[in-house]
């Protein structure tokens, strides 16, 4: 077929522009061509032969619907939008994205919800999507809800206006088949303890992680400083352990955020760190904290205040597992977090009541661990929950761990390999590579000389550079769920959750969705990244998230012109 004059001119000016097609993460099968092709005035969305289409799935289309008419996103390139201008009054027009199920027509499909919150073996985010080069009809085809999310959230991202209203994709044909995560755990967590943030923030957060296909919010929600946490059963927790009264989540607080992400494809996992980091507890519950605001502090806890779940009382186990209980029966997601870290055996040395409880049935220190451990776990498994625990449980104390444990491996990268020799699945949340909190100085007071101890900053290239499989075996790799980013909150609160967050945290987005190697088989580096990390941050900023830039706009605009070596 020979060239057109104008397809002979679309091919000049894109030679002369730098061609990135910007998808963050990016699609493990994937080929694009050159040509233009913008939407159609009438441009629509529909399902084909999906009956009773859930809610949650409207919702996503009238979304993308929203963002594809919204976003306003000019290409970074010197002229933005306008170089397409004069080919897109030629340019052929999609009047039609249909999504389908696979393999048959008219099957019946779950929400979007439904399939987020499953078993985190057992979820289905594969798609195909299709954009032809002549106009017409896009499809994008998935086995599940959850799928086409997946799905449209990669149409979003080809999408690009003019700057005079049209929007259009620049690299028609697109053909990506049975695109899918390398692994099903990509997260983000927030501590919600150290520094309160609204309902509204949690959701922008929610919002820039469905950007990028991230699918757990980690949610850190109380610690030894404030209990904002309303729990069924037990309002005095949050009645004496908040802030403030407006520094509360309450239940319905709560769903609506489960909801909102679920919706877009993010399960909520919920932790309530125990038996360390609970000293708030002391100000509802005094009988059941050792160690209550003792001083000095750095005797007693790794941070200030001082206090923590008096392990071997049988009550407080008792009331431990049924606080637990009560806040995991309220959640769908079949991952709870009990945390586990940074035990004080100080506080419990010097705790008289404690070292009684301990002669009394004879037990050691571990042991009671132990049984304190089994006591919560028991209940939480016994109405379906998978336990999630950091890395000490596993490897610096001697608890019985059932192998569905997954285990959160953050004081080292390194320490993902003795996790694995136990048997046990694990995400990587290393301080060595994705703490965001890293690098901003001491917090503690009284110590002007001090820098923070997970020194220094986390840049996204660090985080970028991580090997989810670095000295484990060929029968390890499918303990690895996958990692997160992670926010402990003691120097950051709603002014500046979304610079020191984002686009940093997507790096560990297409770590752990794309995996090592890009789809044109070469591996996965910085050079590559940066201009489609800097796309997915305009992104970012045209949706109302406070993304941080990379770079000086004129290099952004420059692919490589501000390479080490350009």
């Known amino acids: 077929m020979k060239l057109s004059s104008w397809s002979v001119l679309l091919v000049s000016i894109l030679g002369e ?10 699609p493990r099968s994937l080929k694009t061509g050159t040509s233009l092709v913008k939407l159609s005035p ?31 996103l000019e290409r970074l390139v010197v002229g933005r939008g306008s170089v397409d201008s004069a080919a897109l ?3 052929p027009s999609l009047t039609r994205l249909t999504l389908g199920l696979t393999p048959s027509a008219g099957k019946k499909v779950n929400s979007i919800m439904t399939e987020t919150t499953k078993d985190i073996a057992l979820r289905e985010e594969s798609y195909s999507l299709s954009v032809p080069a002549n106009g017409g009809f896009a499809s994008i085809t998935a086995s599940t809800s959850l799928g086409l999310l997946r799905g449209l959230q990669t149409f979003e991202q080809l999408f690009y206006d003019d700057g005079a209203g049209v929007t259009y994709a620049f690299q028609a044909p697109v053909a990506i088949t049975d695109d899918k995560p390398a692994y099903p755990y990509r997260g983000f967590m927030l501590d919600t303890a150290r520094n309160f943030f609204s309902v509204a923030d949690i ?8 950007v990028v296909k991230m699918s757990v919010f980690h949610w850190h929600v109380v610690d030894s400083q404030s209990f904002p946490l309303t729990v069924p059963g037990f309002p005095e927790l949050s009645q004496k352990g908040a802030y403030s009264s407006s520094e509360v989540y309450s239940t319905a607080d709560v769903q609506d955020i489960v909801t909102y992400a679920g919706q877009r494809g993010i399960d909520v996992l919920l932790e309530i760190d125990t038996p360390g980091h609970t000293a708030v507890i002391s100000t509802s519950h005094p009988e059941h904290i050792a160690c209550a605001q003792a001083t000095p502090w750095e005797n007693f806890a790794n941070e200030p205040p001082a206090g923590q779940l008096r392990l071997a009382s049988p009550a407080t186990a008792n009331f431990t597992a049924s606080l637990l209980t009560a806040i995991a029966r309220t959640l769908p997601s079949t991952l709870f977090s009990t945390g586990g870290d940074e035990l004080n055996v100080n506080c419990y040395t010097q705790d008289a009541q404690t070292q009684a409880e301990l002669e009394a049935s004879g ?10 451990t089994q006591t919560s776990h028991n209940a939480l498994k016994a109405i379906g929950k998978t336990l999630v625990v950091w890395e000490e449980m596993a490897l610096a104390h001697n608890v019985t761990l059932s192998n569905s444990t997954v285990i959160m491996v953050w004081i080292s990268s390194e320490d993902a390999a003795a996790v694995a020799a136990r048997g046990l699945r694990l995400v990587h949340s290393p301080s060595d590579y994705f703490y965001l909190d890293c690098g901003g100085g001491e917090w503690i007071g009284n110590d002007p000389g001090a820098n923070s101890w997970c020194d220094p900053f986390k840049s996204w290239q660090k985080a970028y550079t991580f090997d989810p499989l670095a000295n484990l075996s060929a029968s390890q790799s499918s303990l690895v769920l996958g990692g997160q980013q992670l ?14 967050a984002w686009p940093r945290a997507a790096a560990s987005a297409e770590i752990f969705w794309t995996g090592s190697t890009l789809p044109d088989g070469t591996a996965a580096n910085v050079v590559e990244a940066l201009p489609r990390l800097n796309d997915i941050r305009y992104r970012m900023v045209q949706r109302g998230i406070n993304a941080i830039n990379l770079q000086p706009q ?11 070596d350009s």
């Not at 959701?203 to 469905?210: H, I, P, V």
């Open 554 to 564: 004129w290099c952004a605009l420059r692919n490589g012109q501000c390479n080490l």
């Open 487 to 500: 926010l402990w909150t003691e120097q950051s609160g709603p002014q500046n959750l979304d610079t020191i």
């Open 17 to 26: 522009c730098d061609i990135t097609l910007a998808l963050w993460p990016i």
């Open 42 to 72: 009438v441009f629509e969305i529909q399902t084909s032969g999906i009956s009773n289409v859930p809610a949650d799935l409207v919702a996503a289309i009238a979304r993308t619907k929203t963002h594809l008419a919204t976003d306003k």
């Open 89 to 91: 009054k030629h340019a």
């Open 203 to 210: 959701k922008r957060t929610l919002d820039a992680m469905s």
């Open 363 to 372: 037990q050691t220190l571990e042991e009671a661990l132990n049984a304190f």
